[in-house]
């Protein structure tokens, strides 16, 4: 089992800054890749960033340059740094630990946390 918790969301204005957190805690050995997904209203819920066990990252094209995932094994958290914000970023973003090999792979989700970013 994994658990997840998210911080960081909020309200701000076009070309700011925000910095998610991810918490995560459990059996964090079985972890393959940390990732953020965000959904919109009305949208599919999409890959925005992912940081896999070997650290190699990768991104959502509408995000690339604008938005880091990194995390701080000290204190088993992820992070998603998100500048220059624009209103298309408004979304639930949520926290994913993606488990297991095969017949066992498990994704586990934190409960999610809403950036809005007003124009």
């Known amino acids: 089992q994994v658990q997840l918790v998210e911080s960081g969301g909020g309200l701000v204005q076009a070309g700011g800054s925000l910095r998610l957190s991810c918490a995560v805690s459990?059996?964090?050995?079985?972890?393959?890749?940390m990732g953020w997904y965000r959904q919109a209203p009305g949208k599919q819920r999409e890959l925005v960033a992912a940081?896999?066990?070997?650290?190699?990252?990768n991104y959502a094209d509408s995000v690339k340059g604008r938005f880091t995932i990194y995390r701080d094994n000290a204190k088993n958290t992820v992070y998603l740094q998100m500048n220059s914000l624009k209103p298309e970023d408004t979304a639930v973003y949520y926290c994913?630990?993606?488990?297991?090999?095969?017949?066992?792979?498990?994704?586990?989700w934190g409960q999610g946390t809403q950036v809005t970013v007003s124009s």
């Open positions: 994913n630990a993606n488990t297991g090999w095969g017949a066992y792979e498990h994704d586990y």
């Open positions: 459990g059996s964090i050995f079985s972890i393959n890749t």
């Open positions: 940081i896999a066990s070997g650290g190699s990252t």
